[in-house]
């Protein structure tokens, strides 16, 4: 089967997309406003940029009328965001989040989340959460402009938490983590089934 891009909707390129990029993790993104409310978003377009500098990034799409969802706006607004780690044991509250609420209401108090203070950025992260990444905006590239337009938006991390439980001396227990990936559809993964393959050389 041969695929052109441009003859199909932009609906249909993203179910194609989000299908075959899997496993994806998933960013579970907390911002503020102005006025100090909080947001709470996943997104699964979402990776590791590079250690130097530290960076991260995300992927938001336009809201269905083209305006950026609340956590773009935030995050062009106020330059900071915090990147929440998802555990199996969050899922349900992760999901929960990506439901669209009106700009004045807080994801952290829908999902019944609390908050804990991050170190150097004024977003709260999730307190319950495994791991939290501190971020200030490095760079925002607009992809695609209207309904579902791409933006990616760049962050260098100035801050990490890690739960004590999940660290062996100065080292990561990654088996322990239990981080969930994004499939496609309503779909995602585990990561307890591991196997090991040793770079060559």
Not at 25 to 35: F, G, H, K, R, Y
Not at 41 to 46: G, L, Y
Request: glycine letters at 10%; charged letters at 20%.
């Amino acid at each position: 089967m041969n695929i052109d891009p441009n003859s199909i909707s932009a609906g249909r390129m993203y179910r194609w997309m989000v299908g075959l990029i899997t496993p994806r993790p998933i960013a579970w993104v907390s911002t503020q406003d102005d006025q100090g409310v909080c947001n709470l978003a996943p997104f699964s377009f979402f990776n590791g940029v590079g250690a130097n500098p530290p960076t991260v990034m995300f992927c938001p799409a336009n809201r269905g009328d083209g305006t950026p969802k609340d956590s773009h706006a935030n995050v062009l607004r106020n330059g900071e965001f915090v990147v929440n780690i998802v555990t199996e044991d969050l899922a349900a509250a992760m999901n929960k989040t990506s439901e669209e609420l009106k700009p004045d209401e807080d994801e952290f108090d829908w999902a019944g989340l609390a908050k804990a203070d991050s170190t150097i950025v004024k977003p709260p992260r999730v307190a319950v959460a495994a791991a939290a990444m501190e971020c200030v905006l490095h760079s925002s590239i607009t992809l695609g402009t209207g309904p579902g337009g791409s933006n990616l938006i760049i962050g260098r991390v100035v801050h990490m938490h890690v739960d004590d439980q999940y660290i062996d001396g100065e080292v990561l227990a990654a088996e322990r983590l239990h981080t969930v990936g994004r499939m496609g559809g309503a779909d995602y993964s585990r990561t307890t089934d591991r196997f090991r393959l040793d770079r060559p050389g």
